[in-house]
């Protein structure tokens, strides 16, 4: 069956690697971003490597105004529809902490954004009986630490979310897969040195493609985070609050 | 917009593992951040200095693999530096195009491919890799430039081939050669001598044609391997070996004499004293090795050096004497490889000339260094030349001797590059930069 993917997020390192796959595989892109020239090449980029269609369309997750049009251009496609969350952002936890007004960005970016255009694009994937939802949070979002705690709420607030879609979705026949990578070498993370089990944007869609055809629900990537993370979920709290790790 | 960022203090090497540099690095994803001149690098399947710059900078281009452009009709097929030879290769078959020119990895990037202008399996035929590129982009100091081989003659001819020295390429315009199938059939059969070796390879009609030899066998037996013939077919399913790794660097035996001696054995034997003809997938035969990830690990810790050299067509003999002196040096060297060259080249420091072309890999010890300075030296004499992007241990007089064209890229690269910002470890240890 044809297959469109919705990337939200297009220009990220990490939907660059996914949406290549894509493309050789024949599927159709729509590459929903903010930096329309970036993502006229990354159109191009799909094309050339054998995307049925590729198509750039103007997405800000803080601008619920900009989402409609995106899930119009998908029901235009037929097939089965897809979409993969690559949105997020992550400005340092100090900058934060001095600017408490930049909390609602972050919030935005990493979670209500995506949250509600999945909700508005829910009823269209039950009505087709088919489809996957791919979520990108990240490790960081199972448990709060002292380094980027706004970040990570929102990214466990993003999978809590994600967790109740895929109750909802999964008895309709959509399936919705959460993605939790640790550190990738990607541009959020450029100039951090010696981040522990780093991976690549490359290894991450690998990842991804591969636990789609599993069903994944849940997944960690690397997977050495799965085991990491069960630990540290594990510490108690009056041990944890005094670690910074 | 990102700004570029750089991590500090890092370790790499050439894909040789002899020499390493440390410094930072950065790895723009997009041409737009890059804003510092430095020497760039892609996935460093150069093996010696050709890729780093000890106690600088360096940009990894790798992180910029968009094709920006493609026209199915003509194909003419626009990339960005760090788009891979067997990214290529894996994308453009299917849509009934193959790059025209693909050396022994499909790792390299087509950036890498333009800096050494490569060479492959057709090169006498089809010329070197830079002479099937209409347009390139440089990042030169505080400008950007379009070139072509029409408009900029000797800047031209001082970027192909010219280790990355005239600006940082970003953009490499090929003109693709269409690809009348999906498979390769390859004929390969037993030579017994060097005397068949050679009678062979000039005697060849195939588009590919290559020979390997075993760089072990000595006396009557010098320069016996097996000849690789190889044309694009259809309609016929190849046989897909699996794929393996190097989970760790070996120990120090994995390659002595006498495992090299017996692997070689057998790999001559695996083809029937008949020949045979086999359908393989096009990364199977092009890139032979990649299939296992990371060989390199394979000669442990100390790395290895490949000496590969070209000498004249009337020059055979001088070939010879230095195939026998290696393999009676005994130092162990698995498969060596034996193909005739063309006249295509696209620059001033480009490597291939007609004649003949031996690559040979040696471990990371003295005896083998030894060996590789009389090699060198042999090959001066011949009129012939060292692969700039196998070495990493030539001297700057015997390499100027090699490549006559050496003031002209001086000249182009003092115009582009006058303050050395793009010098990196190859340049200084062969004084490249001065007559």
Redesign the interface.
Known sequence: MEQTWIILGASSTMARAFMQKLAEQGAGLILAGRRMDDLKTNASDALARGASMAKPIAFDARDPGTFQPVIDLALKQAGQINCAVFVGSMPPQEEIDADPAMLDGVIADSFTGPARFLQMLAPHLEARGSGSIVGVGSVAGDRGRIGNYVYGGAKGGFATYLSGLRNRLGREGVHVMTVKPGPVDTAMTQGMDDLPFMTTPDAVADDILAGLKRGKNVLYTRRIWWPIMTVIRAIPEPVFKKMSI | M?A?????DIAYTGWGRALTATGRV??P??EQEIDTIAPAFGNRRSYGDAPLNDGGAALDMT?Q??????DRKTGL?TVEAGVTIGALA??LP??GWLPPVMPGTGIATVGGAVAMDVHGKNHHNTGSFCQHVTALTLLQNGKRRKITPDRDKRLWAATCGGLGQTGIITQVTIQLKRCPGEVMIVTERRVEDWAEHIAHLDASGATYCVGWIDATATGPKLGRGILEEAEIGSGLAPARPKRRSVPLDAPSWALSGPVVRAFNNLYYRRVPATGRTVVRAFEDFFFPLDKIHDWNRLYGKRGFHQFQCVVPLDRADTLRAMLAEIAESGLASPLAVLKRMGDGRAGYLSFPMPGYTLAVDFPNRESARDLIARLENQAVAARGRIYLAKDGLAKGPSVKAMYPEHPEWVAQVMKADPDGKLATDMVRRLDLRRL
């Open positions: 990102i570029m960022r750089w991590r500090k950065a790895r994803v997009t992180a693999d968009r094709i920006l452009a493609f097929i894996r994308i299917p849509q």
